[in-house]
């Protein structure tokens, strides 16, 4: 098993909602971060809340799925 699949299994989700709100954070400026809201279950990203366009939900879920640890949207 690779380093990258060990940090999967290490990471809590209270480890990865840290780091999706981070990512969201870096990834949404000039836009109201409080509109989205993140929950994590067994590695699972739920995001709730709304985007200004199409454009910004895809950039949204993007940003979510990069950090390590996330199963699925």
Known sequence: MSLTGRLHRLKGDDDIERDVRAEL?????????RL???TVDCGVVYLTGSA???????????AAARVVGVKDL
């Open 25 to 33: 954070n870096a990834e949404q400026k000039g836009t109201d971060r």
């Open 36 to 38: 989205v809201r993140v």
């Open 52 to 62: 200004s366009s199409y454009a910004q939900k895809w950039a949204i879920e993007r």
